[in-house]
C-alpha cells in the first residue's frame, strides 16, 4: 500500500482513496502512477512511463498523455498549479507529491508462542439451529432475487440502461485539452460549444445543451453513466493538441450500449484564427456526423 500525497494506493487493486472518496485506475493509468511514484521527484520521460505501463504494445505518446490526464482529474489536481503531477516541457513528467510505503503489519511477537485454546464443540442443537438459520436464509435470498428480477428492478446496468434512449440522440462532452501545460483549456471548450451548436442542427437529432454536457468536465465517468444520466444513445469525446503551428483535434463517437467506437476521426488545421478554426472543426464533424449516425429507429 502506498500512500501518494493525501492518497492511499492499493497497487494489487488499482483502488486509490482519500477519506471518503474512492476511484479505482485502469491497469494501464495505474503503472504510470507507479512508475512516477517509484521515481518520485525526478523526470521521467514519455518513453519511460510509455515502456512501464504498455511494454511491448505499440502506442503513440498520446497514450501517456491520457494517462496523465486522467491520473489529475481523479486526483484533483490543477496542471497549471500541481500538487501531485508537473509537467517538465520537452523532458517529461514528475511527481512532486510525498511518496510514503506503508509496513505490513506483523503480529505481537509473544502471542505466535502462546498455543491457542481449543474452540468448544458446538452442540448437536446449537449446530441445528444454525444450519436451520442458513436455510431460511438462503431461501429469503432466493424469493428476494425471483420477485425483483422478474419486475426489473434488480440487474439493470448503465449499458442496459441506455437502451430506453432515443436511436438518434447523443451528448458532447467537453474535449480534453492535452497541449503542452495544458493552458488551451478555453478553446477547447469553445471547440465543445461549437460542436453541440452545428451537431444540434443535424435534423433529427436530440443533442443535450452544453449546461448538461459541462456537468461531466473533469469528472471520471464512464461513458455508460454519461449515456444514463443524460439518457442519450451516443457520446462524442476527444482531444485537443498543438504541435508548432498546428492544432489537433481529435474526437470519436461512442455506442453507449456497447462501448464501442463507431467513427472517429483527426483534424489538422494550422494554427491561426482559433474563432475560424473552432466552427471549421465542428462544422466538418457535424457533417461526418451526418453521415455516420443511423437513420433507423434503433441504435
Not at 440522440?169 to 480534453?176: D, I, K, Q, R, T
Not at 475560424?276 to 472543426?281: A, E, F, R
Amino acid at each position: 500500500m502506498l500512500t501518494i500525497g493525501q492518497w492511499r494506493v492499493d497497487e494489487r487493486s488499482g483502488d486509490i482513496a482519500r477519506g471518503a472518496e474512492r476511484a479505482r485506475l485502469d491497469a494501464r493509468t495505474l503503472r504510470v502512477l507507479l512508475c512516477l511514484a517509484e521515481h518520485a521527484g525526478e523526470i521521467v520521460s514519455s518513453e519511460s512511463l510509455l515502456n512501464a505501463a504498455w511494454g511491448d504494445v505499440a502506442v503513440s505518446q498520446d497514450s501517456v498523455y491520457q494517462a496523465v490526464a486522467s491520473l489529475r482529474r481523479l486526483l484533483g489536481d490543477d496542471p497549471k498549479s500541481p500538487s501531485y503531477i508537473e509537467t517538465v516541457p520537452r523532458l517529461g513528467y514528475r511527481l512532486i507529491a510525498a511518496v510514503q510505503r506503508e509496513a505490513a503489519s506483523q503480529p505481537a511477537a509473544d502471542s505466535s508462542r502462546m498455543p491457542s485454546a481449543p474452540a468448544p464443540r458446538p452442540s448437536n442443537r446449537s449446530r441445528g439451529i444454525a444450519v436451520l438459520g442458513a436455510v431460511l436464509l438462503l431461501g429469503a435470498a432466493v424469493i428476494f432475487w425471483l420477485l425483483h428480477s422478474r419486475s426489473g428492478k434488480i440487474g439493470a446496468t448503465p449499458a442496459h440502461a441506455s437502451d430506453t434512449a432515443p436511436a438518434r440522440s447523443l451528448a458532447v462532452v467537453p474535449l480534453l485539452d492535452l497541449t503542452e501545460g495544458m493552458k488551451d483549456e478555453e478553446f477547447a471548450d469553445g471547440i465543445t460549444e461549437e460542436l453541440i451548436d452545428k451537431i444540434s442542427k443535424i435534423p433529427n437529432l436530440q443533442v443535450t445543451p452544453p449546461t448538461s454536457s459541462f456537468y461531466f468536465k473533469d469528472k471520471n465517468v464512464q461513458v455508460a453513466e454519461i449515456a444514463k444520466s443524460l439518457r442519450v444513445s451516443y457520446v462524442l469525446d476527444g482531444s485537443l493538441r498543438k504541435s508548432g503551428d498546428w492544432i489537433r483535434v481529435d474526437v470519436r463517437l461512442i455506442r453507449a450500449n456497447s462501448g464501442f467506437v463507431v467513427w472517429s476521426e483527426t483534424y489538422d488545421q494550422p494554427k491561426s484564427d482559433l474563432l475560424t478554426i473552432q466552427d471549421d472543426i465542428a462544422r466538418k464533424v457535424a457533417e461526418s456526423l451526418r453521415l455516420s449516425l443511423p437513420n433507423s429507429a434503433s441504435p
